[in-house]
Structures are given as structure tokens and as C-alpha cells.
């Protein structure tokens, strides 16, 4: 029987050798990495070493024996089932913690007892030791299972070193493996290159000088031990030509190619693929100057990387008219592109310009080293992976002073000449055999920066504040964006505006627009007027929601129906799970009405917004108006972030925001609709364009900012810290990209319980039978990740609907059939509650098995109990048609 590695071909016969292959082949855990268990049956990943050979000793003690398998079955509850006698004994633990009686497991021995302590004591005295064979019959089950179901088999002629490359030894992937915990400590944990370099000689001191006694006693104590005597000058000469000559000492010596910094960034060159960054400069007489990082060769490479080759080619799908609103290929923005469009494969981008303060932004070195970034991503990979700060590049960094002294169009210079190159040229991809093209979708940004790039005006008090339309100020007050009297922009109105701009100096803006779009005026296939989508980030969960929750509490607090001391404590004890738990909202402030604002970042009002029916709802009348305000707030929400749109759902989200807009103006007739309830208004168009706006939110490039921000608090140094910052980062893209097959498995599981399918509930094993009929072996577990998404037991997922609103299901259990995660699920009756815009549910007693792939509504919510019964608030608006 043989070992087959996860994630090459190395064979071998002995459980150890694979061990350490791993170990030695396949890099470092911890943060970066994590690497399936070796057992074929097994769906569980591991992220540190220590934690494999626990798990190992744990779960697998016996699957070296092939041809049993040992189950334990609780005769307690007589519905679970656990592969090895510490799982078990906890289990009965949980009974005995609840004072349950648990008879005795061992044989010959009718004791009985309901306390916890008496148990383990009774076991230790009685039955200590035991072996397997001491258990019941009715406790211990043994299974007989096919070896060949142990671990992979492979053929005799597939070769066991084909893991090694052709020019490469072992002594060469040793120093290899060496350089990139070096660089894992640079890039990833920020270590000092001066730590480092102590670090190394101190290394080099253990391995080639002090370890040589040792090392003599080793080989001495052997000999000795076999009988066999040599020379002390032979013994000597081979302790020296082992410390001298093992490649962690060759790597680490003086000369070595690790021993310096310097040495250690021409490694990196010569093994890593590694983007440099190039200075440019601004103003050689200030020495102002800015990092770019080529997108050309970062795209050519990572392109040609298989993984993420294959992944944009599996994402990729032709812009199509779909009754259906998916992703930006289903929006009109994408169809209208001729370029985009073509049947040759093409690379859509997006980019994203932000600015942000590397130090105290309330410190005395505020606004001084606030830095411009962008950053861009592959539009073409799913929206779960386009989040991971990992997929998310850098290609400028520059002080957001000389942004505003040199302009926008002389700062992204080096970017659009290469960007013009892109559409018209292409790159060459070797693993393809052709050249691919792309062009910019789209650039997300704040308002703010939006304006400032796309040429628009950046003060949202201007008569024509809008980049989506012509409509001025003072018309938004008293009309909606759908009456249609606020013109669009187009491209020839466009630029007509930049034309008069331009035309008069006199005039700082013509119908808002103040110069033209340097991205807009290099790119054949990129407009101003449709490229810059909507951040629903800024403009909801910091814009809107807090300021009208916070005018919306204040009534209700002057009318008596709570006090903010009540209020603050049901935000402190309401009991969040999961999710919610992480983004739960922090007390208000006595002072939010002085502020108009409840404060809180975007998760934490968004948190606030779903959960506030839950806290103070039942204390609300129905009737009251600030209340109405609060809940269609809340369905607009909902609505805007659903990741999947119909027309009819548009046409709702349409009414939604028109109402809301009513109220609002009804309960608060002082309070002037804001820029930002405009550009809301404009939600439902701009969602047939470029698809859920969601997808477009600037989120998680907001987090890409705090690996730069840990970078400057961990150095310390500001001397040219663009540049270290910039190196930092390519450092760490290039680490990831070489370990892209360690990248997030598309599903882990940390725990598990193999149990047989004859021990599971009747009601289970019937409809399990009936979907998975050749299996008798299954692995479950109490939580998994499945593409980047955590599910725990007790989650809700929406499953069906009646009468157009969707019903729901709790996650019984999680099994792992084949490395295919399946939900065991206890469908619910949902039942809506106008007044708290939640979900009440009930339990229908109905059980169903889907896999994963099988659902329509990937993303699992929390179930709270309330007064009102147990309820489920939305978290994004649930599409129920077919």
C-alpha cells in the first residue's frame, strides 16, 4: 500500500516519509499555508505542523491498519458516532454535565451513575487499563473497509521523485525553502532586514561551529553502539564537511546566497517572480517622487500562472441580455463595450484610487504621509476570490500632496501608457500560445475620489454635484430621479462640458464638469461618464444609515418609547452569533443628536441597522412614523446589497427608495435631502449597468490599506517609505503567487467524526441512502469553510419560498461525502413581520439533503429569539423567482 502527497506525485510506502516530504517539499505552515490531511477520506486542512500530528494521532491512530474501522456509539442519545475513544468519552461528558444517567461502556459491569466526576473515577479505578476488546458489543462496532479506500494507490511505474524539478537537487530546494521563510518573515510578519540579518549569522553560528561537539557525540555514540571504531582525524574531517556542507549552513555562510540583504533580494530575483517597483519622479529640486509598480509583466506572470489561467477562464462567461442581474456581464456597461465583447478573450480590470493616512490621523503628522494608492484586480475571478486581500495588486503609491499639486493625469502617466499598450498590444501568454488584450472596466472610489480623477467637481455643494446626471441642486429637493427630469450624462454632452471647462478660464466648472478624465482621455474603450460606478459603502452604510438612524432614535427616545440608557443595554446584552458577533454595533453616544450621527464603521451600522427591530421593536407602535423612516431604510438596504437582481426586483428596490424618500421628507420636513439620497436615487438604473452594485463597493480594498499601515507602525522609519512600503508589498505578492497552490482550499474543515451511515437518524438515512447510495462511510463536523464561507450548525439558509417570500432552513448537520460538503437541513416555515422587517420561523418538521452546490442562497444567516418568536433579519433581499 502506498502514500500518495495531496498536492503532487511523491509515493511512498511509509506513512513518516510522507510526513516528511511534506514538510519539506511543500513549505511552512501558519498563516499563509494550510494543507489537506493525508488521508484520502479525510476533508480536514491544518495550518500549523504541530497541529497535523495531533490531528494525525488523533483521528488516524488506526488507519495505518488497514481493514478496520472502529466506531463508538453513544447508548445514551444512540445517534452518534465517534472513530476513537477520546471524542467518545468527551460526548459522554456532555450527558453527565447535564446529570443524565450513562451506564458503565465496559463489559461485565452494570454501574450506573449521573455525575460527572463519580464517572472518571469509577473508569479510572475499575477499568484502567483497558483495550478495545474490554468495551460492550453495543459500544464498539468494527467495520471492515477496503485499504485501497485508505489512501490513494497509484501504479508502480509513477515515479517517486517526480515532485523535483528537472535542474533542481535537493540541496537547491532546501536553500529555496530557506530564502522564503526569510521572506516570510520579511514581507508577512514584517520583520527588520536588520533582525534578519542578526538572525542569520546567529543561525549560521548554531549550524556551522557550535553544533559540531554534538554532532561528533552523535556519530561517536553510534559507532560505539555498532561496533565499529574510526580515526578521530576521519571523524573530525566528516563532523566539519557536515556543518560546512549542509545546504542551511551553505545558505546561511558569509558567502552564502541568504547572508544579506542584498543577497537575499538577487535570490528572490533569480527564483521568485518578483515585480520591482520603479521610481518616478516628480520634482528632482524637492525630491518628490511616487512608486510604480509595471502592471504589464505583474499581468504577464500572473496570468501565466496556471491557477488563476484556469480560474478566470472557468469565470468567464460572454455578456449576454439575461432577465437576470449576476455580475457586471449581465449589466449593460459590459455589453455596450464592442472591445469587451468580442469572442477573443479579452481581460477586463477594475482599478481603485483611495487615499489614506499611514500615521495617527488625529497626530501631529496628520495629512503629512497621507498617501494615494491604486490598486487594481481581475474583474473575470469570482467576487468571493476578488476579495481576498491577496488578489488585490498594487501599482501606485504616491503622497497625496503631489497628487493634488501635479494632477491625477501626470501621476497615472506610467499606468496609461502601459494600460494603452494592454488594448492595443496585449501580452504575450507562453502557456496559452497567444496574446490576450484587456482594457479598464471600471474604477471604484469614493465620491470624493471618483470626482477628483473622472474631472468631475469635488464639492458635493455645487449646483451640478452629480457624475451620473445634469441635474442641479436645487431640483432634487423637490423631485425624484425617476420623474426623468435630470438628464444623464453622455459621452457627447461630456464633452461638450470639458470643451466650455476648458474654453473659459473664468468658470472653474461647466455642468459640473471641471477637466477632462486623463483615464477617459488615454483609453479607446473607458468613459468618465460610465466607468466610476456607485460605492454603496459610503454612500449607505457612512453616509445615510447613520445620520437617519440617529434623527429616527431621537424621536423615538423625545417620545418616550425608549431611553437611550435602555437602548445601549440591549446593544451590549443582545445575544449576537457568528458573524454578527464580530460586527456587533458600540453603544451610542449621549451626544449622536448634537452629531446627527451614531458614528460606527460601515459593518458595525450595517450590524445596528439589522438588529435594532430585534432589540427595540416590540416597544414601537406600529403607527409610528420615524419607525416607517428606520424599516424602508432597512429594505433599501437589504436591497442594494443583494448579490443577484431580477427586473421586478429593480422595479422594487425602485418604489422602495421612492417611499423611503417620502417618509423621510414627511417625519423630518427640516432636514434637507443630502447628496447622497440623490445618488441613491439613481441605484436602480445603475444597477442594470454594471450588475448588484455590491460587487462594486470599496470594502475590501479599504482593507488592502492596513498591510501598509502595519508596515509603517512595525518600521518606523518615514525615509522614502513609499518605497518600502511598495517592495514590502511585492515581496509579499511574489511570496503568495510562488505558494498559490497553498491558497485557500475551496473547502476546510478543521474537526470531524467519521461515522457509518447505519448509525445515523432513520428519518437521515433514508433520504441519505436515496442521494448517496454506494456510501456506507461518512465524515461530519460542526462548522466548515466553503469557498471563503464560514457554516456552522444552527445556521439559517433560505430554502424555497411561499407566496413570494422565502422560507428557511436550519443546518442540522454538516457531512463531507467524498470532500463534497453536504447539509443535512430542518426546513422551516417563514413567516413575515412587517413591522420588524424579519422573519419569523417555525419549525415544519420536514427534512431535506442538499449539497452545497445544490443551493440557490449560499450565504447563511443567525435565528435570535425574541418575544416575538424566533426571527431571522435579512442581511441582503432574497430573490425568490424561478
Not at 491512530?61 to 468519552?89: A, H, W
Not at 484587456?438 to 449646483?463: C, K
Not at 482621455?521 to 445620520?547: C, K, Q
Not at 463597493?697 to 517609505?721: D, L, P, S, Y
Request: glycine share 4%; charged share 25%.
Amino acid at each position: 500500500m502506498n502514500w500518495k502527497c495531496k498536492l503532487c506525485n511523491f509515493t511512498t510506502t511509509k506513512r513518516l516519509d510522507l510526513l516528511k516530504h511534506i514538510r519539506l517539499i511543500h513549505g511552512h505552515f501558519g498563516r499563509v499555508h494550510s494543507i489537506p490531511c493525508l488521508h484520502a477520506d479525510c476533508p480536514c486542512t491544518i495550518k500549523t505542523w504541530g497541529a497535523l500530528r495531533t490531528h494525525l494521532s488523533r483521528h488516524h491512530s488506526q488507519s495505518s491498519q488497514p481493514g478496520n474501522i472502529l466506531s463508538f456509539t453513544c447508548i445514551v442519545c444512540n445517534s452518534c458516532s465517534f472513530d476513537n475513544e477520546r471524542q467518545f468519552f468527551e460526548h459522554l461528558g456532555g450527558h453527565l454535565k447535564k446529570f443524565e444517567t450513562v451506564p458503565c461502556v465496559f463489559e461485565d459491569c452494570d454501574y450506573k451513575v449521573n455525575k460527572y466526576t463519580t464517572f472518571h473515577s469509577h473508569k479510572s479505578r475499575k477499568h484502567n487499563p483497558h483495550s478495545l476488546e474490554d468495551f460492550k458489543t453495543n459500544v464498539l462496532h468494527q467495520y471492515q473497509k477496503n485499504p485501497d479506500e485508505e489512501c490513494d494507490i497509484v501504479d508502480d511505474d509513477n515515479e517517486c521523485g517526480s515532485v523535483l524539478e528537472e535542474d533542481e537537487d535537493l540541496n537547491k530546494i532546501i536553500s529555496k525553502k530557506v530564502g522564503l521563510l526569510l521572506l516570510k518573515m520579511e514581507s508577512i510578519f514584517n520583520v527588520s532586514n536588520s533582525c534578519i540579518d542578526e538572525l542569520v549569522e546567529e543561525l549560521h553560528f548554531l549550524t556551522a561551529s557550535a553544533s559540531g561537539p554534538v554532532i561528533k557525540e552523535i556519530i561517536l555514540s553510534t559507532l560505539r553502539k555498532h561496533g565499529c571504531t574510526l580515526e578521530d582525524s576521519v571523524i573530525s574531517e566528516l563532523v566539519k564537511d557536515l556543518c560546512r556542507l549542509s545546504p542551511v549552513c551553505a545558505a546561511l555562510r558569509v558567502e552564502g546566497p541568504l547572508s544579506s540583504q542584498f543577497r537575499r533580494e538577487q535570490f528572490r530575483k533569480e527564483h521568485l517572480s518578483l515585480t520591482e517597483p520603479v521610481e518616478y519622479i516628480l520634482d528632482s529640486t524637492d525630491n518628490k517622487t511616487f512608486q510604480y509598480i509595471p502592471i504589464l509583466p505583474l499581468l504577464s506572470q500572473l496570468v501565466d500562472n496556471r491557477h488563476i489561467q484556469n480560474t478566470i477562464l472557468q469565470n468567464k462567461r460572454p455578456a449576454d441580455v439575461s432577465s437576470e442581474y449576476k455580475s457586471f456581464n449581465d449589466g449593460s456597461l459590459l455589453r455596450e463595450n464592442s472591445f469587451l465583447c468580442e469572442d477573443e478573450l479579452k481581460l477586463p480590470l477594475i482599478l481603485y484610487i483611495d487615499d489614506f493616512e499611514i500615521c495617527n490621523p488625529l497626530g501631529t503628522s496628520r495629512k503629512k504621509h497621507k498617501v494615494t494608492a491604486v490598486y487594481w484586480v481581475f474583474a473575470d475571478i469570482p467576487a468571493t476570490l476578488r476579495s481576498t486581500l491577496t488578489s488585490i495588486y498594487l501599482t501606485i503609491l504616491c503622497k497625496a500632496n503631489d497628487v493634488n499639486q501635479f494632477g491625477y493625469a501626470k501621476v497615472l502617466d506610467p499606468l496609461l501608457k502601459d494600460l494603452k499598450s494592454f488594448e492595443d498590444n496585449g501580452i504575450f501568454v507562453s502557456s496559452l500560445g497567444k496574446v490576450v488584450k484587456g482594457t479598464v472596466l471600471a474604477v471604484v472610489a469614493d465620491n470624493l475620489g471618483a470626482h477628483s480623477i473622472g474631472g468631475f467637481v469635488e464639492s458635493f455643494s455645487a449646483s451640478h454635484f452629480c457624475r451620473f446626471c445634469i441635474g442641479e441642486r436645487s431640483q432634487i429637493q423637490e423631485h425624484e430621479v425617476g420623474e426623468g427630469l435630470f438628464p444623464l450624462r453622455t459621452k457627447s454632452n461630456y464633452a461638450i462640458h470639458v470643451k466650455a471647462a476648458l474654453s473659459d478660464p473664468a468658470e472653474p466648472h461647466h455642468c459640473g464638469v471641471k477637466r477632462q478624465c486623463p483615464i477617459s482621455d488615454r483609453l479607446s474603450h473607458f468613459h468618465a461618464t460610465s466607468g466610476y460606478p456607485p460605492d454603496a459603502l459610503h454612500d449607505l452604510l457612512e453616509g445615510i444609515v447613520p445620520v437617519e438612524i440617529s434623527l429616527c432614535l431621537d424621536v423615538l427616545i423625545r417620545k418616550k418609547y425608549i431611553s437611550l440608557e435602555q437602548l445601549n443595554h440591549s446593544i451590549r446584552c443582545f445575544p449576537y452569533k457568528w458573524s454578527d458577533k464580530t460586527n456587533c454595533p458600540q453603544p451610542i453616544a449621549p451626544n449622536f443628536t448634537a452629531r446627527k450621527s451614531v458614528g460606527g464603521n460601515a459593518h458595525e451600522n450595517w450590524c445596528l441597522l439589522r438588529m435594532i427591530p430585534l432589540m427595540i421593536g416590540d416597544k414601537i407602535p406600529e403607527d409610528e412614523p420615524a419607525w416607517e423612516v428606520l424599516m424602508t431604510l432597512k429594505d433599501v438596504v437589504e436591497l442594494v446589497m443583494a448579490p443577484l437582481h431580477t427586473d421586478h426586483t429593480i422595479g422594487y428596490m425602485q418604489s422602495k427608495i421612492s417611499e423611503h424618500r417620502y417618509r423621510y421628507l414627511e417625519v423630518f420636513p427640516e432636514e434637507k435631502l443630502r447628496p447622497k439620497h440623490h445618488f441613491l436615487e439613481h441605484y436602480p438604473l445603475l444597477t442594470t449597468v454594471y450588475g448588484p452594485l455590491v460587487h462594486f463597493w470599496t470594502m475590501r480594498f479599504e482593507a488592502k490599506h492596513r498591510f501598509f499601515k502595519r508596515i509603517v507602525r512595525q518600521t518606523g522609519c518615514f525615509r522614502n517609505i513609499l518605497m518600502t512600503m511598495a517592495r514590502k508589498h511585492q515581496s509579499m505578492i511574489a511570496y503568495h503567487t510562488h505558494n498559490y497552490n497553498h491558497q485557500r482550499p475551496a473547502l476546510s474543515v478543521s474537526q470531524k467524526t467519521q461515522v457509518a451511515v447505519d448509525v445515523l437518524k432513520d428519518s437521515i438515512k433514508e433520504s441519505f441512502a436515496r442521494k448517496f447510495p454506494r456510501e456506507d462511510f461518512v465524515n461530519m463536523t460542526n462548522k466548515a469553510t466553503i469557498l471563503g464561507t464560514d457554516y456552522n450548525i444552527g445556521m439559517m439558509l433560505p430554502f424555497g419560498s411561499t407566496g413570494g417570500l422565502p422560507d428557511f432552513a436550519e443546518i442540522h448537520q454538516i457531512i463531507i461525502v467524498d470532500r463534497t460538503p453536504v447539509f443535512v437541513l430542518k426546513l422551516l416555515r417563514g413567516w413575515y413581520c412587517e413591522h420588524l422587517r424579519s422573519f419569523k420561523v417555525e419549525p415544519t418538521g420536514e427534512t431535506e439533503i442538499l449539497k452545497h452546490s445544490e443551493l440557490k442562497e449560499i450565504y447563511p444567516m443567525a435565528a435570535y429569539n425574541t418575544a416575538d418568536g424566533r426571527m431571522v433579519s435579512l442581511k441582503h433581499f432574497i430573490c425568490t423567482s424561478e
